[in-house]
């Protein structure tokens, strides 16, 4: 099918790149205002991020986050979006929203769901009467909840299938989908509709799949059905082989991915955007992120750790009384984790932030030119050994010219 | 003391000390109004309240959000949230060398005043009973007893700005013979002469703490010997007092008036605060609050009342809103008109229905903001009309046209928390004589068993991201003690529903 040039609401302004890797920094202009790039986006699957008021995410430093297409349809439900004027109105959010498409929500959460040409097939969770997820109507309802970043609905399978002719299948009817989406997609002007590359961890279908993607011209690239159990090596080959295939000026981002590693390789790798639920999800399991690894506050070890949570960390949590902080320890956290919600909260903007700073310390050195540096002491901090570093991430920053273990 | 009856003695107090100046007083068993100072705290005026927390927070109310909310100044902590190492391990607030102790482990800031007592309140009934020396507390790990000494002692390191004295009042035991009456005024006498002689062992340097002795919740010729001693020998040792039955102030002794009286006879509805107002109690913790929080019901009344509604045939006007209620989805406007707070004047009742039905945690963090506020604002209104002579009035007119109670919960509150939550495995082993421990009923192990299959079903079908560490509290009263499921330790938590992690 012919390509058809849709419009954008956005803008895409390269800053610098990387002299060695294919890291890149940018500034996205968006409807609700403007990101820096690389960037992480807090999932607040709900409309809510685990506890957290608007105010408190804004503080974190986050100006886009995500919304899951799926559970809004379910609650509150189109009628009320409409109603109420949107999910931005909904949840007093003023800054950038995007949302999934629903699809691989529904297929990894609701066993009984089926793909067909006609959409995914699926037993409601209210009431298990037979419902129908189309492109279109994936598509109407990511107009209602009008966020500014909105995704084709794709036809999602598992990297890890071993059926080819599927995956192919998959692939081929995720790009039939997406003309389909563009047809229905009701405020291009206003909404920025995301393309999302498909092809397990075959690079040739994923190489038919970019070029057939890029040719629909939409304004930003998604490359999905990754972080579902795959080997990080083939994770990275993808990524590395799709970033080599996408124009220059055009964001691009990695569905479900969130560990500081995989951010700081796949940054490397060429891309600029990522989600993820772990850095919160986790927080209420008392696990606090630091450069140092993940903490786990539950441990009695920390029961009369009067420290921060993190040394030197800028969050409101972690800066001393003195500084304006909380002054929050690894003691209260033990304290309350578990058996109060404010320890969760607390811990979500501790994460929160850790996962915003990141990206923001990452930009800075590829905006100075000094990223291959920059990762070498990221992972010099993570680990005490350069033993201990993975294989994959030292394999595939040796592959974009940064050998950490020289 | 500068009221209008000040002791010469408690001028003489080290600065620290609690300042309280009766505004407005009609003598005995009258509504009063008063300014409550500690230095370097914001003054509270009475009658108001302090916030509950639990484990030295505001249930949902992280710290920063505590400051960013002009609805929450003093608050009151309860060392058996605390303690639960003790006596196998110190506890680790113990360790934490620094000055303020307390409020700088809870994050409290530095102007908001605490008040320190040994059990919640309300207290859940502790099966350990109280002996000579020791007083029962139920910690989020087990029954345990401390010592009057290891009070005084925890009081000291922790450095509240008021204690409330150890009292012994045997909770949740519904008639109290006359002997066991006459222990407990000998006993509550002593403790409190220990916690006095506790602060007198101070030296000059150290903060002082200010005392609020209990006054216990039994009629006056039965506690008659401990407060003539209280009137006679502590006057100037204390601070303030506790009322456990706002109904025995009538046979409070005179010289007790000009102290403020902090109370903790749970209200159960504004009501019963306007009656406890109008017996001339100064201070609250409201439990009802969180309580109605939990439940996601939305407090709305104002004092006085809208309109004065006499005709006892009209419909009464909830005092809340169920915020569970389906209707309420597409509902865009504020909780309650006019509130002030952050839940209303930034989100709507819409937001709020979604934010409970996902089961949501923001959902009861507004709701409580909002609570608080309402009771922020009825307190405020309560002061300017016992100021202007017309609080009889104003309270006839609110109890015509607001219903008496609180409205029923329906939906399902959060997840069970610490204090609701405990395991008695864990503290008593291996010890040779277990004190008897209430045991669950069939009813409740049967409920708590239907609750844990139903939770198994729902991981399949609703995302775990809204389903972790949110259970219903279905069949479990927050004032009811429940034993952890079997197989479940002390955290309780749904821990399997999380994804593996990877690093
Ligand atoms: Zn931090
Ligand atoms: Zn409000």
Not at chain 1, 358 to 382: H, N
Not at chain 2, 78 to 84: I, P
Not at chain 2, 425 to 439: L, Q, T
Request: aromatic share 8%; glycine share 8%.
């Amino acid at each position: 099918m012919a390509p058809v040039h849709i419009p954008s609401a956005l803008s895409f302004e390269l800053l610098g790149k990387c002299s060695v890797t294919k890291a890149r920094a940018a500034t996205l202009h968006l409807p609700h205002g403007t990101v820096p790039l690389p960037i992480f986006m807090p999932v607040a699957t709900q409309a809510s991020l685990k506890g957290l008021t608007p105010e408190q995410l804004e503080e974190t430093g986050c100006k886009l986050c995500l919304n899951n297409t799926y559970h809004l349809g379910l609650k509150p439900g189109q009628a009320t979006l409409d109603a109420v004027g949107g999910a931005h109105k909904f949840q007093s959010w003023p800054h950038n929203i995007l949302t999934d498409s629903g699809g691989f929500q529904m297929v990894s959460l609701l066993k009984l769901a089926k793909i067909t040409e006609e959409g995914v097939r699926f037993l409601s969770p209210h009431d298990g009467s037979p419902m129908l997820l189309t492109p279109e109507h994936s598509i109407a309802l990511q107009n209602s909840i009008g966020s500014d970043i909105i995704m084709q609905l794709d036809d999602v399978l598992v990297t890890t299938s071993p059926d080819l002719a599927r995956m192919k299948e998959a692939m081929e009817r995720s790009v039939r989908w997406l003309d389909r989406c563009i047809q229905a997609h009701k405020y291009p002007e206003r909404q920025n509709l995301f393309c999302i590359i498909q092809g397990g961890l075959d690079l040739e279908l994923r190489r038919q799949c970019t070029a057939e993607m890029v040719a629909r011209d939409t304004p930003g690239i998604a490359i999905g059905g990754l972080s579902g159990g795959e080997a990080k090596d083939a994770y990275c080959k993808v990524v590395d082989t799709c970033t080599g295939l996408l124009p220059e000026k055009k964001p691009r981002y990695v569905m479900g991915v969130g560990y500081p590693e995989d951010l700081v390789v796949s940054v490397a790798l060429g891309a600029d955007m990522f989600d993820c639920v772990w850095p919160t999800r986790t927080a209420r399991f008392g696990n606090a992120i630091t450069a140092h690894g993940v903490l786990n506050l539950r441990n009695a070890m920390y029961s009369t750790d009067f420290g921060p949570i993190e040394e030197g960390c800028t969050c409101s949590c972690c800066r001393s009384v003195e500084d304006g902080g909380l002054g929050i320890t690894r003691a209260y956290i033990y304290h309350v984790t578990a058996k109060e919600t404010a320890g969760a909260h607390l811990l979500t903007m501790h994460n929160v932030q850790y996962q915003l700073n990141l990206m923001k310390s990452i930009r800075e050195a590829i905006l100075e030119d000094r990223y291959p540096k920059f990762l070498k002491e990221f992972f010099g901090k993570l680990y005490d050994a350069k033993s201990q570093y993975p294989e994959w991430a030292v394999t595939a920053l040796k592959g974009v010219g940064v050998d950490l273990m020289e | 003391m500068a009221g209008p009856s000040s002791t010469p003695q408690l001028d003489q107090l080290p600065p620290e000390m609690l300042d309280f100046t009766l505004l407005k007083t009609a003598g005995a068993l009258a509504p009063r109004l008063g300014r409550f100072a500690l230095p370097g705290r914001k003054p509270i005026l009475t009658p108001g309240f302090l916030s509950n927390t639990s484990r030295g927070v505001v249930p949902h109310i992280s710290q920063d959000n505590f400051r960013r909310n002009p609805a929450f100044n003093g608050v009151y902590v309860a060392l058996e949230d605390f303690v639960e190492k003790f006596p196998q391990k110190t506890p680790p607030i113990f360790e934490y060398d620094v000055p303020e102790t307390l409020r700088r482990f809870i994050a409290l800031p530095k102007d908001s005043p605490i008040i320190l007592g040994a059990r919640r309140s309300p207290p859940i009934p502790s099966p350990v009973a109280n002996t000579n020396t020791e007083v029962g507390l139920l910690t989020s790990v087990g029954f345990r007893s401390i010592s009057s000494e290891y009070y005084a002692a925890a009081v000291r390191k922790l450095q509240p700005d008021i204690v409330v004295g150890l009292a012994d009042i045997p909770f949740g035991q519904e008639s109290v013979g006359l002997k066991r009456k006459d222990k407990m005024s000998d006993r509550t006498e002593t403790w409190t002469r220990d916690i006095i002689a506790k602060r007198n062992t101070l030296d000059s340097e150290d903060p002082k703490f200010s005392i609020f002795a209990p006054i216990l919740p039994i009629e006056r010729d039965l506690q008659s010997w401990y407060l003539d001693h209280l009137v006679d020998d502590m006057l100037d040792k204390i601070q303030g007092i506790a009322i456990y039955d706002a109904y025995i102030m009538e046979d409070l002794p005179d010289e007790l008036h000009p102290f403020p009286r902090l109370s903790f006879h749970n209200p159960s509805s504004p009501h019963d605060l306007l009656r406890q107002i109008n017996l001339g109690i100064d201070l609250f913790t409201i439990p009802f609050i969180n309580t109605a929080t939990d439940s996601g019901i939305a407090l709305n009344f104002t004092f006085p009342s809208p309109q004065k509604v006499f005709d006892a045939s009209s419909t009464r006007q909830s005092l809340g809103i169920d915020m569970w209620h389906a209707s309420l989805a597409t509902d865009v406007t504020p909780l309650s008109e006019n509130c002030p707070c952050d839940a209303c004047t930034k989100h709507h009742k819409a937001y709020i229905q979604h934010l409970l039905s996902a089961k949501e945690m923001l959902g009861w963090v507004l709701i409580q903001m909002h609570n608080h506020a309402v009771l922020t604002s009825f307190f405020t209104t309560i002061r300017a009309s016992i100021s202007a002579g017309t609080f009889e009035e104003d309270i006839k007119a609110f109890e015509a046209y607001y219903e008496p109670q609180l409205p029923e919960k329906t939906g399902q509150g959060p997840r069970l928390r610490g204090y609701q939550f405990k395991s008695e495995s864990h503290a008593e082993k291996g010890k040779k004589n277990p004190k008897a421990f209430r045991k669950l009923g069939e009813e409740e192990v049967r409920a708590l068993q239907e609750e844990a299959a139903r939770r198994k079903e729902k991981k399949d079908v609703v995302d775990d991201e809204a389903m972790v560490g949110l259970v219903g509290m279905d069949g479990v009263d927050g004032n009811v003690a429940v034993n952890a499921l079997p197989g479940e330790g002390v955290d309780g938590l749904e821990m399997a529903d999380d994804t593996p992690e990877k690093i």
